[in-house]
């Protein structure tokens, strides 16, 4: 998304880091779980589904 582009043209969104890939501490197990259908990464895939566990892991 924002990789290879000039920052000047950069939108600044505060829930993508500077290279575009989506900031994940934020959201919630539901947000996460949108994300994770709506992703077709693997990697992508991965990270979420470590963000959903340590979530997990907090609430109990």
């Not at 582009?5 to 501490?25: E, I, V």
Request: aromatic share 0%; no cysteine; hydrophobic share 35%.
């Amino acid at each position: 998304m924002a990789a290879g582009q000039n920052q000047r043209n950069r939108k600044n969104d505060p829930m993508l880091t500077k290279t575009g890939k989506p900031r994940l501490g934020p959201l919630n197990a539901t947000q996460l779980n949108k994300l994770l259908e709506a992703s077709n990464k693997p990697k992508e895939k991965s990270k979420i589904l470590r963000a959903i566990q340590k979530q997990a892991v907090v609430a109990v």
